[in-house]
């Protein structure tokens, strides 16, 4: 439910309300979900009463997520293995590729390595 909320969040009043719970208990488990990582609360005015607004600390993976991945056409993909001398962990085209796409500011020009494998 939090998830499908997207970037917006939901607020915790409409997660006790869809979920036929009193406040009591959905601020309980708004709480335990927070304490584990699951979500963020942030805090919120919504109709002349304090909320929180409730957003998921996960993100749904889609095929877009993944388009452009070095892996793909990697010569080397089917020898990397995590530990060994080729690797995901040690492989600085996956590694820029990541950097790259998990900043919300894109470099306009990219590192050499991954343009060439575009």
Same mark, same amino acid.
């Given at each position: 439910?939090?998830?499908?909320?997207?970037?917006?969040?939901? !607020?915790?009043?409409? $997660?006790?309300?869809?979920? %036929?719970?009193?406040?009591?208990?959905?601020?309980? /488990?708004?709480? =335990?979900?927070?304490?584990?990582?699951?979500?963020?609360?942030?805090?919120?005015?919504?109709?002349?009463?304090?909320?929180?607004?409730?957003?998921?600390?996960?993100?749904?993976?889609? !095929?877009?997520?993944? $388009?452009?991945?070095?892996? %793909?056409?990697?010569?080397?993909?089917?020898?990397? /293995?995590?530990? =060994?001398?080729?690797?995901?962990?040690?492989?600085?085209?996956?590694?820029?590729?990541?950097?790259?796409?998990?900043?919300?500011?894109?470099?306009?020009?990219?590192?050499?390595?991954?343009?060439?494998?575009?």
């Amino acid at each position: 439910m939090i998830l499908e909320a997207g970037d917006e969040g939901l !607020l915790q009043t409409e $997660m006790w309300k869809r979920l %036929g719970i009193t406040g009591q208990e959905g601020s309980k /488990i708004a709480r =335990r979900f927070e304490e584990k990582g699951v979500i963020k609360r942030q805090r919120e005015l919504h109709e002349g009463r304090q909320t929180y607004r409730l957003f998921s600390t996960k993100k749904t993976v889609t !095929l877009d997520s993944i $388009m452009g991945c070095p892996c %793909g056409t990697c010569d080397d993909v089917e020898r990397c /293995i995590p530990g =060994r001398q080729i690797s995901p962990t040690r492989c600085p085209v996956l590694i820029e590729w990541i950097d790259l796409n998990a900043s919300e500011n894109t470099r306009e020009t990219p590192h050499p390595h991954f343009a060439s494998i575009q």
